[in-house]
């Protein structure tokens, strides 16, 4: 959901490369009816997604990956420590004074769904702010070398 509703917020207009992955998801499995649901309030065609696990390929080509849960980004820097600086909770970008998990509403219906899609919103506003700064910082740096 995350991926689709990023794609949407950025219209198409953005330079921004989008991949979700999940460190245990299964390969190729479609988005489920309440993701492409809310996905298509926002024009957002996902039928032809498939599910992917998180893999060192795809850890080297981000500059930012976004984990939903503690547990997540956990994993992966156990793994992979010398991402830390690069790995972020998703809830971090909520606007909280403490960072947050975001559930994961599989198998609990719509209104799960919908909750997460609040979440999720919120966070990508920030998070695109947070890219676009920090961008904008390493080209500055880069100009000063």
């Known amino acids: ?15 921004i490369m989008v991949k979700s992955a999940g460190v245990a998801a299964s390969n190729g499995s479609p988005a489920n009816i309440e993701t492409r649901n809310i996905l298509l ?25 976004f984990c939903m849960s503690r547990m ?27 960072p947050q998990d975001v559930f994961d509403p599989f198998g609990l219906g719509a209104d799960a769904y919908k909750k997460v899609e609040t979440q999720v919103l919120i966070a990508l506003d920030n998070i695109l702010s947070f890219i676009e700064e920090n961008s904008s910082l390493q080209n500055d740096l880069n100009a000063d070398s």
């Open 1 to 15: 959901m995350a991926e689709g509703l990023l794609r949407a917020r950025m219209d198409g207009s953005s330079k």
């Open 72 to 98: 997540h980004r956990e994993a992966i820097l156990s793994q992979r420590p010398e991402f830390r600086e690069r790995v972020l909770l998703l809830g971090e970008f909520l606007g909280q004074k403490e």
């Open 41 to 65: 309030n926002y024009s957002v065609d996902f039928s032809s997604f498939r599910s992917q696990q998180l893999t060192k390929d795809l850890l080297e080509e981000a500059d930012y990956v």
